[in-house]
Structures are given as C-alpha cells and as structure tokens.
C-alpha cells in the first residue's frame, strides 16, 4: 500500500473519530475515486504519483464548482468546497511557485525556433515539472505573457 493511502486511511479514521463531518465526506470521496481508479487500472494498488494526479482531479473539479457557484450567488456552497480543496490539499506536494516556472519558460524559449507555439512551449514546460505540483492554467498564461513580450 502507498504512503499516502495509508495516510488518507488514517486521517479517514482520525475524523470520523473527531466526528469531523465535511472532512469525512472529502476523504471518504477521495477514498472512493482511488478505489475506482484502482480497479479501472486492474492494478492492486496506485502509486503515490497516481494518487496525486486524482488529488488534483478533485480539486480542480472543486475548484470549477466554486467558479459556479459564485456566479450563482451560492458563498455557502462555495466556501465548502473551498475547505473540502484545503483537506485535499495536503496530501499535495507544494505547488510550483511562478518563481520557479519562469525560467524554465524562458530557457525553453531561447531554444525553440523563431515562431514559439504556446501549446507546444506549455506542454515542454508541464514535462519538466512532470510528476510535482504545478497549476496548468498558470503556465499556460505565464508562456502566452512571456510569448508576447
């Protein structure tokens, strides 16, 4: 079993001892899209890296469902779903900071041709960083920024 499955089993037990209910649901859901994954994949258990990448999954989906309820006028669903993003974010790496994602951005820069395809620059740039915490959305803007200028 991986490290941090049996961390996500602990904490699973941890709160439902606390009684902590909007932690259980986040961690019980978690529990159940890795489980899914496992079976889909036919293996008898993921690796952390696999697990990271469901993490991510959730709280992107999460992170959609804030944009829509905020548009709805919904603070309360969306400010729950913001808690349910905090518990699944620690079972994250830390996320690459744009600090750290710029010079990558333009050394691969320097290197490519005359005309930089942003798809293409962006998708150098998330092979670099495979396997860490790094937000797609913000690589994508910070290549089409550095693009321009």
Do not use: C, W
Request: positive net charge; charged residues 35%; hydrophobic residues 35%.
């Amino acid at each position: 079993m991986s490290k941090l499955f049996s961390k996500i089993e602990e904490d699973l037990k941890t709160a439902l001892k606390k009684k902590s209910e909007v932690e259980l649901s986040t961690l019980r859901l978690l529990k159940s899209d890795i489980q899914y994954e496992t079976t889909k994949s036919g293996s008898k258990e993921l690796t952390d890296e696999s697990i990271q990448s469901i993490i991510k999954k959730a709280v992107k989906k999460r992170n959609e469902s804030i944009e829509q309820f905020k548009k709805a006028g919904r603070n309360d669903l969306s400010d729950k779903e913001q808690i349910e993003i905090n518990i699944l974010n620690r079972y994250l790496p830390e996320e690459i900071s744009e600090n750290q994602i710029i010079p990558v951005i333009d050394e691969i820069l320097k290197k490519s041709d005359a005309s930089p395809h942003a798809g293409k620059i962006t998708g150098m740039v998330m092979s670099k960083f495979k396997g860490q915490n790094i937000n797609g959305s913000l690589v994508k803007d910070l290549v089409q920024a550095r693009i321009q200028n």
